[in-house]
């Protein structure tokens, strides 16, 4: 069975085609700068050394799918014809409180994720517009939706309320829900296989370090807390979003700045975090480059972003009264073994011993702490795509019209 899975954001749209179950993966792209008149499509089939790429007006995500399915059929060879794409699985941001788990794509659900536009307005419009476009493109096609928040529904009210008027929750459904769920739940997955120890008597701290960023207490295989809240904002500095700070900004800087309420939220998402602090870059590649050439912003946004990570990795050992695992994912905390090494070389009161070694050259799944370590560090690369193809498979596989 052939999967395609999809993770739809504003102006980008990134694939992949699954053949489960074997979980090969047929052909891997993306699309950027979609709604201009030099889209940029590069994809890289199975066994490929280099990609190709094509740049092209593409107007919208009905557009960008068609181009998909194009180069998937026709161009790359991979598949004859459309008719072998079976289901069809989508990132969804925001599932709010209605969503534990993944689920079919009905107009119920949709409506769901059209009902959380208001509290992911960058994100779940988006996903749907891919949803809306995927069942012009391919109708009657089974779709899925996997949600971002689903995995962090296990926490309990206590961590997830916020302390302001209760009535707020009850009459707006204001309250953390965390963001980076498909992540967190597939890595600390992974766990077991690299420690050798039954998930549900372990305490786990997983670090998501990409472009956004979040860090997850995982007690017994489920979350209890999680540093994003409401929205992808909250938490740990980022790329360009700020992480924490002190609501009180708002009304000062604003009212100094001659802000709208739009473009604050606007300044904290796209123009704060490393790129705010530097002035230079939201990627920690140029950042780390041009702190070792000796820029002093940058040098210190690393070390904000660093320590920033190390608060949350502090509070969730409080908040589980201890760690066995701590493990890092995603863009940076997969490739940076600067960081990694600067957060643990001020956790040593947990008695974690880094091993520098496997820190610095070992490549893929691996322990990264030495065998006398009281807490045992993992890296473990992400892999959200193959999640969604596996909880897509399952849902589909249900269906009584299923005949693939
Ligand atoms: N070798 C590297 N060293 C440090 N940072 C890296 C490296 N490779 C990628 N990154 C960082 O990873 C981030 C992107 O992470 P990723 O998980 O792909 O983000 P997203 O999925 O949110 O777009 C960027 O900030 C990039 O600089
Ligand atoms: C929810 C979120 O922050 O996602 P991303 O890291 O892809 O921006
Ligand atoms: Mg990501």
Redo the contacts with the bound molecule.
């Keep these: 069975m052939n999967i395609l899975v999809l993770n739809c954001g504003s102006s980008s749209l990134k694939y992949q085609l699954f053949r489960m179950p074997e979980e090969q993966v047929l052909i891997r792209g993306g699309i950027e700068k979609i709604g201009s008149e030099d889209a940029l499509h590069t994809y890289k089939t199975d066994g490929q050394d280099g990609q190709d790429q094509t740049t092209s007006q593409i107007l919208d995500h009905r557009e960008a799918l068609q181009q998909v399915i194009e180069v998937v059929t026709h161009r790359s060879g991979v598949l004859q014809s459309v008719e072998e794409i079976a289901a069809v699985g989508h990132r969804v941001v925001h599932g709010g409180e209605q969503f534990a788990l993944s689920s079919l794509l009905t107009d119920e659900v949709k409506r769901a994720i059209q009902d959380n536009v208001e509290l992911a307005p960058l994100h779940n419009p988006a996903n749907l517009q891919g949803i809306e476009a995927m069942e012009a493109v391919l109708p009657g096609v089974p779709q899925a939706a996997v949600f971002d928040t689903a995995f962090h529904q296990s926490m309990p009210p206590e961590h997830y309320l916020y302390p302001i008027p209760y009535v707020l929750y009850k009459r707006h459904k204001v309250r953390r829900y965390g963001f980076h769920g498909t992540s967190h739940r597939y890595v600390s997955s992974r766990v077991p296989y690299l420690v050798h120890r039954d998930l549900m008597n372990l305490k786990v701290i997983s670090c998501h370090i990409?472009?956004?960023a979040s860090v997850a207490a995982i007690q017994n295989g489920r979350s209890t807390d999680t540093s994003m809240g409401m929205t992808p904002l909250e938490g740990v500095m980022m790329?360009t979003r700020s992480g924490d700070i002190d609501p009180s900004l708002q009304e000062y800087i604003s009212r100094k700045e001659g802000l709208a309420a739009a473009e604050f939220s606007s300044m904290l998402n796209k123009h704060s975090g490393l790129y705010g602090i530097s002035g230079l870059s939201?990627?920690?590649?140029k950042i780390?480059e041009a702190r070792a050439k000796g820029s002093a912003r940058s040098a210190l946004a690393f070390d904000m972003y660093e320590y920033r990570i190390r608060k949350y990795i502090g509070a969730y050992v409080a908040a589980m009264n201890g760690v066995d695992v701590l493990l890092f994912t995603?863009?940076?905390g997969e490739?940076?073994p600067l960081l990694r090494r600067k957060i643990c070389d001020n956790l040593t009161y947990l008695g974690l011993e880094l091993d520098p070694q496997a820190n610095d050259q070992g490549k893929g799944e691996r322990i990264i702490s030495l065998p006398t370590s009281r807490v045992t560090v993992c890296v473990i690369p992400t892999n959200e795509e193959l999640m969604i193809a596996r909880d897509t498979q399952v849902l589909v596989s249900g269906l009584e019209s299923w005949e693939k």
């Excluded at 939201?282 to 590649?285: A, F, K, L, S, V």
């Design positions: 990409g472009n956004g790329g939201g990627d920690m590649r780390t995603a863009g940076v490739n940076s």
